[in-house]
């Protein structure tokens, strides 16, 4: 690496500790929920998140947003919204010089560099499929017109495991979308404590700025600028066939329970991801460890499992966790 990359790179690392700083402020524990998702935005990659109500969330999101000097929008996602509410419409204007009427393109709230889909699996298809594309192609169109969506762009959606009536499942094509699924599970009982201490009390914490959008691209460019080695792409790589039940390498779990495994995407996020990991801890390139770190968010809704898996109660993560013993 040049010496420039290198002097942002330590930036970078400082960076990333006042975030985590700024953050413990509001957001108590759920330290590996907070990487992961710090991972996934400084590659540029859109993040899941599922966990039950009350685990903080959206809570989480709003806070990044308000650390980050990004424009953040939230959109609630609910049966009646229309993805004209999400990209936006075209409205009549009037001249009153001339009286002549013009339509005019309002852009909806996907313009903005943080988007907070709010129970995502609560809209039509529909609209699900236009947010999906504006996450695939930076881009809306709208009447044979393309509007480019400001960089960065980010979209951190949120989903709730248990309540699924009334809810539109996203397919796994348009869950391929997102680089991480990540998972919040329950706070231990200290920091369950602390937290009720915390939210019970008059404190307000005061959040300061971090980073700006043309400082988050920089940093972007720099880890897609780092080196890896080719034992670990060679390694990832066979990593990822291995969830494949049509792969000969592939163990007995995989062939007894998964029906489609990940592919050449996964790879890709996993080691854009170990680079992240790499980077935000300080490190030139990245090692194998890094892309053991988050096997779980870029692999856990890329591992379809079968009717033999769901009859045992195999979830994707056992999948995964058997995969990394073996690896």
Request: glycine content about 6%.
């Amino acid at each position: 690496m040049k010496r420039s990359d290198i002097s942002q790179l330590e930036r970078l690392r400082e960076s990333h500790d006042k975030i985590c700083d700024e953050i413990a402020k509001l957001i108590i524990g759920q330290k590996e929920v907070i990487n992961q998702v710090l991972v996934g935005l400084f590659c540029g990659g859109h993040s899941l998140i599922v966990g039950v109500p009350g685990l903080a969330k959206t809570m989480l999101i709003n806070t990044i947003a308000n650390i980050l000097d990004l424009t953040f929008n939230r959109i609630q996602f609910t049966p009646d919204l229309m993805p004209a509410d999400i990209t936006g419409t075209e409205v009549i204007e009037e001249d009153l010089t001339t009286g002549r009427r013009n339509f005019r393109f309002v852009k909806g709230p996907i313009f903005a560099n943080i988007i907070l889909a709010d129970e995502i699996n609560r809209a039509p298809p529909k609209t699900q499929s236009a947010l999906l594309q504006a996450m695939q192609e930076y881009k809306v169109t709208y009447a044979g017109v393309t509007y480019d969506l400001a960089l960065p762009f980010f979209v951190l959606a949120t989903q709730n495991p248990i309540e699924q009536e009334g809810t539109y499942p996203l397919p796994e094509a348009q869950l391929d979308r997102f680089m991480f699924m990540i998972n919040i599970d329950y706070p231990s009982s200290d920091e369950e404590i602390e937290i009720i201490r915390t939210t019970t009390s008059a404190y307000e914490a005061e959040l300061k700025k971090v980073i700006n959008a043309e400082q988050f691209l920089t940093l972007q460019r720099l880890i897609r600028r780092m080196p890896v080695s080719d034992d670990v792409i060679d390694r990832t790589i066979r990593f990822v066939g291995a969830t494949r039940p049509n792969n000969k390498a592939s163990s007995e779990i995989v062939k007894k329970y998964v029906a489609w495994g990940a592919g050449p995407r996964a790879s890709q996020y996993m080691i854009l991801g170990a680079k992240a990991r790499a980077a935000l801890d300080g490190r030139y390139s990245p090692n194998f460890t890094d892309v053991e770190y988050i096997a779980h968010p870029v692999l856990r809704h890329r591992i379809i499992t079968n009717f033999a898996a769901e009859a045992d109660g195999i979830k994707s993560d056992v999948i995964i966790d058997e995969l990394l013993k073996n690896h």
